[in-house]
């Protein structure tokens, strides 16, 4: 006799429904990685496996709770648990060791901080208003908030010195720089970016432009940059240091609306000579339908910095506004989604 229940038939369309919940929920998996993260629990696994127990004693958590964090970790390769409950470290967890070569721990951790992750929730109040909503949860727009909480500011400009330091190389080494001349780097940050190109270029100069507090925690004192860079501090909305060859805008200009955007690139083209030529380290977005990172990051412009990703013909229309035209666009090999966009003088 056949004891098998009779099993029900499932709704043709149940793997999309199940395949939609998932990507409403999928939040959760950017939350577990942020605390991840913050509490640095792949640096306590690197050297051995440890239980939930173990890691939150040394992390002062609650360890059922971060258990079932790192039990959905597992789920997504990131860490592994084994018959012990012991959590191991795997090939994507690795990169959260902070000291690991290429880690990405700092940049993680920005990409799930409050400044990022509450202008994310309040996402339809900002398509709402078509303006983010980041100044009135922050009471400040995003670069004010920073330099009024130096603490967050210095932890936002480490995260984007490592998130942006995986593709430094590739930009300075996609570009065919000159082999004599100067290159600013505006709103350069730490000055990863600029000390690849002045250390692949011992014939180039650098200027590394950007706000104070920024500038304070430069990367650019290395044997092989001596003596060929000084940084400037300034406001690039007002300004931006004379007579360089090369100006250099890596995520800066989709920061920024079209308006703001504008004047920052009106500032270099004041300070460049006919010849120099600005380059923007962006996106470019393609036509609709296709996936590509620049979507994403564009919603992150979008809710938390009024700015945007740009299409090539939406670069050029702007770069027309102040004084510049497209040249060329250069996608950086093995990271296509980032583009380097060349204009020069109109
Ligand atoms: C998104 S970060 C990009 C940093 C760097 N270019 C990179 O790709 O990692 C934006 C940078 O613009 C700088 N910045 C913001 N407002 C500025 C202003 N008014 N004048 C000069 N720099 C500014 C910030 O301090 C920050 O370093």
């Not at 109040?125 to 009135?136: L, M, N, R, T, Y």
């Not at 300070?271 to 380290?281: F, I």
Request: charged letters at 20%.
């Amino acid at each position: 006799m056949n004891t098998t229940p009779n099993q029900p038939t499932p709704p043709a369309d149940l793997p999309l429904t199940k395949e939609l919940i998932s990507r409403a929920l999928v939040y959760l998996d950017s939350a577990a990685l942020g605390v991840a993260a913050r509490l640095g629990v792949a640096d306590h696994l690197s050297g051995q496996p440890r239980t939930a127990t173990e890691l939150a004693a040394l992390v002062e958590v609650d360890a059922a709770f971060l258990q079932r964090v790192l039990q959905l970790l597992t789920s997504r390769g990131i860490f592994r648990e084994d018959w012990q409950q012991r959590f191991h470290l795997t090939p994507l967890a690795r990169l959260l060791v902070s000291d690991a070569p290429h880690s990405l721990r700092d940049a993680v951790t920005m990409l799930t901080a409050d400044y990022f992750w509450r202008p994310a929730g309040r996402m339809a109040d900002a398509v709402g208003k078509g303006h983010s909503v980041f100044a009135e949860i922050f009471d400040a727009p995003f670069f004010d908030h920073l330099t009024e909480h130096p603490t967050i500011g210095a932890g936002f400009h480490l995260g984007m010195a490592n998130y942006s330091r995986s593709t430094d190389q590739i930009v300075a080494d996609t570009f065919p720089f000159p082999e004599t001349g100067t290159v600013v780097d505006v709103g350069g940050g730490h000055g990863g970016l600029l000390r690849a190109v002045l250390a692949g270029n011992p014939g180039l100069t650098g200027i590394l432009y950007d706000q104070d507090e920024v500038l304070r925690d430069h990367v650019l004192d290395r044997p092989e940059t001596t003596g060929r860079w000084r940084t400037v501090s300034g406001d690039f909305f007002a300004s931006a240091p004379e007579g360089a060859d090369i100006y250099l805008l890596k995520h800066i200009v989709h920061d920024w609306s079209d308006d703001k955007a504008e004047l920052i690139l009106r500032s270099c083209r004041r300070a460049m000579p006919d010849h120099a030529r600005v380059l923007v380290v962006d996106a470019v977005v393609p036509p609709p339908n296709v996936t590509h990172y620049g979507r994403t990051l564009d919603l992150l412009m979008m809710s938390v910095f009024n700015g945007r990703e740009r299409s090539e013909e939406e670069f050029d229309a702007l770069f027309r506004k102040a004084g510049l035209k497209l040249a060329r666009v250069l996608p950086t090999a093995g990271f296509e989604e980032l583009s380097i966009i060349e204009a020069v003088a109109l």
